[in-house]
């Protein structure tokens, strides 16, 4: 009988997946679920703040991804019942799988923060990114020099610092009577991260006038203003809030290992039920004493080897460890990017020129790995 494998997600970890599951499984019924019929590349959609065109450029249909053999689904998950080995969506339909990779990705974590979800816009999606666009368009068409537009962005890691730069290149280009604040509860902004990184990236963003705000976490948020612990309310009239990442409540019921949501995964990528296996930002893998990141690069990674993985499962052959290698940290301010510690090169923390391209390069490289040479072309000079 044909094995059924499922994968659900079509983010990097899915979309990476797919094909090295076609080149691993030949014998195996292959299906892909998602709740959009495209891949999108979600490290660039920052860019639709600024030009909602370049959605188009972005967004890779999954039929260029995928092969025929290779059945595709368009719906939401809602439910991961391991014990029946079924996956349910939100119209009803029940996949049954023989094994399952879960890479659903992630929601946004709220922390309890009263009134932070109701009245803030996220940057998950597209959706996310055109709203942002709308809204801080809307903001600026009512402001005046007097009394300018107030946009505030919670969370100064790599979501939060990419939206500021591009509603400060929004600013810029129509000349709007806009301010920007980027808001961060820890003492630095992107915590945790080289001081020699943080400090680029904090010039970049002064230079392009965006206020820092930081040492202070938010308490409340009402449909005008942000309260924080210690300082003054902040009113605003576009709240973004990028602030941390939590599972997706389509896996509170799946009778597997979790943490707050995500689902816990060995380093071979396979979970406490040796039916399920998980990568990307839906899961925690094991990596020794921290697990991997929740980033891109570490679910194009993962994917390259977990088609592998499922495939030695299936055949009951011992399954690939699978080890994290950080090639460095690049980060766009607008027009202007950062990189740092990126492998081969022999400055730690550069920018301009040398650190704009070489961002655009792995955006268009990822594009041409899943669609093709031309779509990446295309693409370039929107990146």
């Known amino acids: 009988m044909t094995e059924q494998v499922v994968v659900l997600g079509a983010g990097y970890a899915g979309a990476g997946?797919?094909?090295?599951?076609?080149?691993?499984?030949?014998?195996?019924?292959i299906t892909w679920i998602s709740d959009t019929d495209y891949h999108l590349v979600l490290h660039e959609s920052h860019r639709v703040i600024r030009d909602p065109s370049v959605r188009d450029h972005i967004s890779i249909p999954v039929e260029e991804i995928k092969s025929p053999a290779t059945r595709f689904i368009e719906g939401a998950v809602t439910d991961l019942d391991t014990d029946e080995r079924v996956v349910s969506l939100a119209d009803g339909t029940e996949i049954d799988y023989d094994y399952v990779l879960v890479a659903l990705?992630?929601?946004?974590?709220y922390y309890g923060i009263p009134g932070l979800e109701e009245h803030s816009l996220t940057l998950k999606n597209l959706d996310d990114a055109l709203a942002i666009h709308d809204d801080v368009k809307t903001a600026a068409r009512e402001a005046t020099r007097e009394e300018p537009a107030?946009?505030?962005?919670?969370?100064?890691?790599?979501?939060?610092?990419?939206?500021?730069?591009?509603?400060?290149?929004?600013?810029?280009?129509?000349?709007?009577p806009i301010e920007i604040s980027l808001i961060e509860a820890l003492p630095e902004i992107m915590p945790?991260?080289?001081?020699?990184?943080?400090?680029?990236?904090?010039?970049?963003?002064?230079?392009a006038d965006i206020e820092i705000l930081t040492d202070d976490p938010i308490t409340e948020a009402d449909e005008e203003a942000i309260q924080f612990d210690e300082g003054e309310p902040l009113n605003y009239n576009v709240f973004v809030w990028t602030g941390g990442i939590t599972g997706r409540t389509a896996l509170e019921n799946a009778?597997?290992?979790?943490?707050?949501?995500?689902?816990?995964?060995?380093?071979?990528?396979?979970?406490?039920?040796?039916?399920v296996f998980a990568?990307?930002?839906?899961?925690?893998?094991?990596?020794?004493?921290s697990p991997a990141p929740p980033t891109a690069q570490a679910a194009w990674q993962a994917a390259e080897l977990v088609g592998e993985n499922i495939a030695r499962a299936s055949e009951g052959r011992p399954l690939k460890t699978w080890t994290y290698e950080d090639k460095?940290?690049?980060?766009?301010?607008?027009?202007?990017?950062?990189?740092?510690?990126v492998q081969a090169m022999p400055i730690n923390t550069f920018g301009w020129i040398g650190a704009e391209t070489l961002k655009k390069a792995v955006a268009a490289?990822?594009?041409?790995?899943?669609?093709?040479?031309?779509?990446?072309?295309?693409?370039w000079k929107f990146l």
């Open 192 to 207: 945790g991260q080289d001081p020699e990184l943080q400090g680029a990236v904090k010039k970049r963003l002064l230079d």
């Open 328 to 341: 460095g940290t690049l980060i766009s301010i607008g027009d202007r990017a950062v990189a740092h510690n």
């Open 365 to 379: 490289r990822w594009i041409k790995d899943v669609s093709s040479v031309k779509r990446a072309q295309r693409a």
């Open 17 to 29: 997946a797919i094909p090295e599951l076609e080149n691993e499984l030949s014998d195996a019924q």
């Open 279 to 289: 990568i990307g930002d839906s899961a925690i893998v094991d990596q020794g004493e």
């Open 105 to 109: 990705g992630s929601d946004t974590a």
């Open 255 to 275: 009778n597997v290992e979790k943490e707050h949501n995500r689902i816990v995964a060995e380093s071979t990528f396979q979970t406490d039920d040796e039916r």
């Open 150 to 176: 107030r946009i505030a962005i919670g969370g100064a890691g790599l979501s939060g610092i990419q939206a500021a730069g591009e509603v400060a290149e929004f600013r810029d280009k129509h000349n709007a």
